[in-house]
């Protein structure tokens, strides 16, 4: 059954690539919202298995990608999916110190795994060319109720709290109007952020604990003496199991995201006030959308 021998104590390419089709439909979406003309120079964050890499990369057949991940474990899986226009590097996120390289910076569920995004926004700033955009996506608030009562009730019950003292949660997951507030005070002459509903439905047990094992728990076991490492997954996935399991069998977990575009300025681009440019409201019934200029 679900809880099984299984336990993922590192970030694992290969794994990562079999449970992680929910990341890569979601980041095909994404996508969908740049219209390349086919030379650009782009930087992707936090590759993972390079799947998503290698869709922009095709996106840019005079052009380049470059991706960087912070785990050598996912160095191999997108290692054998480079094309001549594309490369990937060992590097993290918070230690970008590119300079107006990039036409676009592009990042699908790796940016919540960094908590300090003033620091990185100013850093994707830099790293822009003038008239670059920056395309994210990354979990918010509301993103996986479960998962996160989970974890917390988890690691509640001794000897948990104990062996995870000091431990850093791992993820930042901000609310649209605090997020709004820190583009609000960016360089940036032009942007907007939206949230998506992406509730996810999982087939079966293997496929929301494939998901769970890889990449949540990640963080939790590392941080965990080898003898409590099974224990804490174990318990998690079952109570995981239990509070998401539906009528016909799936499961269902919550998924909120937020979008996030901006544009540096082009040369001579004034940077006036800013100001609201009216595209509010509910589109599609689906997300909410505003976009700002200075
Ligand atoms: C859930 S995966 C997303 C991968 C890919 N973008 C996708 O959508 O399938 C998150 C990735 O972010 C990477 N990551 C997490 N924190 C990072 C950091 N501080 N710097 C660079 N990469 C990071 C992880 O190693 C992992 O490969």
Redesign the pocket.
């Known amino acids: 059954m679900a809880t099984n021998d299984r336990l993922v104590e590192s970030?694992d390419g290969r794994d990562?690539e079999r449970h992680?089709s929910h990341?890569?439909a979601w980041?095909s979406g994404l996508m969908a919202e740049l219209s390349p003309r086919g030379d650009e120079r782009i930087l992707?964050?936090?590759?993972?298995?390079g799947?998503?890499t290698r869709q922009l990369a095709e996106r840019v057949p005079r052009g380049s990608v470059l991706g960087?991940?912070?785990?050598a474990e996912?160095l191999e899986a997108a290692r054998d999916k480079c094309a001549p226009n594309m490369a990937v590097q060992q590097?993290?996120?918070?230690q970008l110190a590119f300079e107006a390289e990039f036409d676009v910076v592009f990042?699908?569920?790796?940016l919540h795994?960094?908590h300090d995004h003033a620091a990185v926004l100013h850093k994707i700033h830099r790293a822009l060319r003038p008239g670059g955009v920056l395309l994210a996506q990354f979990g918010c608030d509301g993103n996986c109720p479960n998962l996160l009562a989970c974890l917390q009730g988890q690691m509640a019950i001794p000897p948990f709290p104990e062996a995870l003292a000091g431990f850093q949660w791992p993820w930042f997951f901000p609310a649209l109007p605090a997020y709004e507030a820190l583009l609000r005070a960016l360089p940036f002459v032009e942007w907007r952020a939206w949230i998506e509903h992406r509730d996810q439905r999982f087939p079966g047990a293997d496929a929301i604990v494939g998901w769970i094992d890889n990449?949540c728990l990640i963080p939790f076991v590392q941080a965990l003496p080898a003898d409590l490492r099974k224990p804490f997954r174990d318990a998690v996935v079952e109570a995981m199991l239990s509070r998401t399991r539906q009528l016909d069998g799936s499961h269902l977990e919550p998924f909120r995201r937020m979008d996030v575009w901006a544009r540096k300025a082009k040369p001579r681009e004034r940077m006036g006030e800013s100001q609201f440019v009216n595209r509010s409201g509910l589109l599609q019934g689906q997300w909410q959308e505003t976009m700002h200029r200075r």
């Open positions: 970030w990562y992680s990341q890569r980041g992707d964050l936090g590759y993972g298995d799947s998503l960087i991940d912070a785990a996912m590097l993290d996120i918070t990042s699908n569920a790796a795994w960094v990449p």
